[in-house]
């Protein structure tokens, strides 16, 4: 036979639980005495506890103690649990504790032990038939340490993300601040973070996810899906002090530098936060001191434009991965020369395929003429037509550097003509 706490509860005439010859509750009625000694245990033998200030133990904790005391002995006498209304006190508590950082685990540990304590008290007068009485008072105890348990993990859960909320409503207020130049210490008082000496500024471009292009699958909520993974993982890494604008195509990163800075971007972060998101990430960094972060981001995106522009891989990247390439989108006469070199091949577009794929495959012409399905005589004579058209030899190394310089500066110049 099985008892239920809330079956029991059914009929208001059910007589007040009784142990040993006394009502269940008499044990936990003296609630300074019972929370004192609870308190005391939880202070000197859960080692969490220990780091809890004194005075919140002395207070918060025992206040709270007593009112759950309470709640027990009513519902012994009433066999009944408490409801909603009345674990308004515990949802608060959790919140107030989730704010202030107490761990959610030393909360629900603290209850688990005290209505452990409870039982005991409550169990301890039980005489040989009172077997029924104790199992009753056991599902009465199980069924409010669920509703303890539901109602804290809640609010805390609840308050959790609201402070994440707020912290990251403040981190792109800051963010947005000192990327247009406006950074003060005022500002940093206001959202309660500091302002770095200097940062990285990072452009970041964050590729679609296989869901985002799956029919049977919204794109929209698999692009939220795979940015709140991305920005999950920024908090882990960077321990909440990265400041991000971003979107589900990429933004901008701010990651302070300094003594204090554990942690900087590096290809090893970049490959975590790609890991975390499930898409290959593409992110170029320029460090800078806090006054120069406008000038600063502007160049990190010019370059991640590079990088897009060269067809180069995932991964990160610095202006000294990316220094000819930068130096060819300066405007000048030189540059323009460049581009125009490949124009006879406008007629060819076999000859730009077999170049690009020529010097991509490190000028191995077997592969090259696997990866267009020709034969590598095919190959040869392409080759021999380029030279011909352009005097672009690409049978030696200054033919090779000027093929890839010039084809990096007809992308470059086309891809800002289309911007245009």
């Known amino acids: ?22 009502p269940a509750s008499v044990p936990l009625q003296n609630t300074d005495s019972v929370a004192s000694h609870m308190v005391g245990y939880f202070e000197n033998v859960m080692a969490p506890c220990r780091t ?14 007593r009112s759950c005391l309470n709640l027990a002995a009513e519902m012994f006498d009433r066999r009944t649990v408490p409801d909603e209304r009345q674990l308004g006190p515990v949802r608060a508590a959790a919140a107030r504790w989730a704010r202030e950082g107490v761990p959610l685990s030393t909360i629900l540990r603290a209850y688990h032990e005290g209505l452990r304590m409870a039982f005991g008290l409550v169990t301890a007068p039980a005489e040989a038939d009172d077997v029924e009485e104790v199992l009753v008072a056991a599902d009465l105890l199980l069924e409010l340490l669920e509703a303890i348990t539901a109602a804290v993990s809640d609010a805390y859960v609840d308050e959790q993300h609201l402070v994440a909320k707020e912290h990251q409503t403040a981190a792109q207020t800051l963010a947005s601040a000192l ?18 000496e200097s940062y990285q500024v990072v452009a970041l471009s964050i590729p679609e996810h296989p869901d985002e292009r799956d029919p049977r699958v919204d794109g929209n909520v698999a692009a939220r899906r795979k940015l709140r993974r991305l920005q999950s993982e920024l908090a882990t890494v960077f321990a909440s002090r990265a ?37 290959p990430l593409t992110a170029t960094v320029v460090p800078t001191d806090t006054d120069q972060i406008p000038e600063s981001a502007d160049q990190a995106h010019e370059l991640l434009n590079l990088v897009r522009v060269g067809v180069r891989p995932p991964g990160l990247y610095q202006m000294s991965d990316l220094a000819v390439e930068y130096q060819l989108t300066r405007s000048g006469p030189a540059t323009r020369r460049i581009a125009t ?17 020529y010097l991509g495959n490190d000028m191995n012409r077997q592969l090259t003429a696997r990866q267009l399905y020709v034969h590598p005589n095919t190959v040869d004579y392409r080759l021999r037509r380029i030279a011909q058209l352009t005097s672009i030899d690409l049978a030696t190394s200054a033919g090779i550097s000027q093929a890839a310089i010039a084809l990096l500066a007809r992308d470059l110049d086309r891809s800002v003509a289309r911007r245009l």
């Open 243 to 279: 400041l991000a604008l971003l979107s589900a195509k990429g933004g901008t990163l701010l990651i302070p530098l300094g003594e204090e800075a554990e942690t900087t971007l590096t290809a090893a972060t970049l490959e975590l936060l790609a890991d975390a998101a499930e898409v």
């Open 52 to 65: 809890l200030p004194g005075e919140q133990l002395r207070g918060d904790v025992t206040k709270l103690t």
């Open 1 to 22: 036979m099985t008892y239920s706490a809330l079956d029991l509860s059914t009929d208001s005439s059910d007589p007040v639980l009784e142990i040993g010859g006394q």
């Open 179 to 196: 990327l247009s130049g406006r950074g003060s210490s005022a500002l940093a008082r206001q959202t309660g973070i500091p302002i770095a």
């Open 341 to 357: 070199i490949l124009d006879p091949l406008d007629a060819h577009p076999e000859l730009f395929d077999t170049m690009r794929a």
